[in-house]
């Protein structure tokens, strides 16, 4: 019987993620990248501590330096829609900074790798913060699951912190056997962790969180404004049948930055704009509801791509599930549907 060790089946996984979004055509070309890289560290790391290979511990720090930035500015073009700028060049230093160290044989390196990914991940937990409930790229309507994932990188660059900081502990105690088991131990909690995070992305219960009003404001005439020119937009062109639709994507049809526009719907209604858009959508599907057709076709018609989001935003919104309400009103939409803002 063939046993891998754990460092190479979390390649695996990883490998096959990052495949998985290039056959998609996906446009998350950082976050493929960093699956690929990790997938790379994860056989480095195995042919190091599990076979002994000479020049994958000499590649182990470096490949591992160049995940933390990595993350960072998947986080900044993926997760927030920004353009790689010529000072993102900055991030190079700390794999440049470890080749340096590496031929030095210096002891430095064992303190500046997990301060690096210490760093990286606060960094990405803040900027997360900062964000707000609406992240720009990320499809409308999937609940908190793309805050998710991506707190999940961040918990995933700490854990790797504390565990190499664990291994350079047992190597300055001399106790240099029980290195390839502390790394399988921390693959093997890395993997619980994706595990999670696909359990959670499938089992949410959905609760979105609103975003933070600024203290003491309220909507602007330019807030009503755009709103007015986001309910236009939503009438007339529908755009919320596309299950794929982002904030980002309406922003640009606006003529406005998507920050802009998440706070003017976030000030007009209360609500952030993935609740908003899903509002617009629940409409839809209890006009198809009213029609005679059936859930399923009512999800599709209102640009939903999973059941359990679609059942879920439906009891939000009404009180009911699909099929409850399509009896209880199988007519009069004008009277029963809900509003555009997402009220029962």
Request: proline fraction near 6%; charged fraction near 15%; aromatic fraction near 6%.
């Amino acid at each position: 019987m063939i046993a891998l060790p754990m460092p190479i089946v979390l390649s695996l996984i990883l490998g096959f993620q990052a495949f998985r979004i290039l056959l998609r055509g996906r446009p998350v070309p950082m976050i493929a990248a960093l699956l690929a890289l990790l997938a790379f560290q994860a056989v480095i790391n195995a042919l190091a501590l599990h076979y002994g290979v000479a020049w994958a511990r000499l590649a182990q720090p470096v490949s591992a330096m160049a995940a933390p930035p990595l993350a960072w500015l998947a986080w900044k073009t993926d997760g927030l829609g920004q353009r790689l700028a010529l000072r993102d060049a900055v991030h190079a230093t700390g794999p440049l900074v470890a080749i340096a160290l590496r031929f030095q044989q210096s002891l430095l390196l064992e303190l500046v790798v997990p301060l690096s990914f210490l760093c990286y991940a606060a960094a990405l937990a803040l900027g997360l913060r900062k964000a707000g409930a609406d992240l720009p790229r990320m499809r409308l309507g999937q609940g908190g699951m793309p805050r998710l994932v991506w707190a999940g990188i961040a918990a995933a660059l700490a854990l790797s912190a504390f565990s190499d900081m664990g291994i350079a502990f047992a190597v300055a105690r001399g106790h240099t056997a029980q290195v390839p088991v502390m790394v399988d131990l921390a693959t093997s909690a890395l993997l619980l962790l994706i595990g999670a995070l696909a359990l959670a992305a499938d089992g949410m219960t959905g609760r979105e969180e609103i975003a933070e009003l600024p203290s003491g404001s309220g909507p602007s005439e330019d807030d009503h404004a755009l709103f007015a020119r986001l309910e236009d937009l939503m009438q007339s062109r529908r755009p919320w049948r596309d299950p794929d639709l982002t904030l980002a994507q309406l922003a640009r049809r606006l003529h406005v930055p998507a920050k802009r526009l998440s706070v003017a719907v976030n000030l007009v209604t209360g609500d952030n704009i993935s609740r908003h858009v899903n509002a617009h959508r629940i409409r839809a599907a209890c006009e198809a509801l009213s029609s005679g057709a059936t859930a399923t076709e009512a999800m599709l018609e209102a640009g939903f791509l999973t059941k359990s989001n679609f059942n879920r935003e439906f009891r939000r919104i009404t009180g009911k599930t699909p099929t409850e309400w399509q009896a209880a009103a199988p007519a009069a939409v004008s009277t029963s549907a809900p509003s555009a803002r997402g009220n029962p």
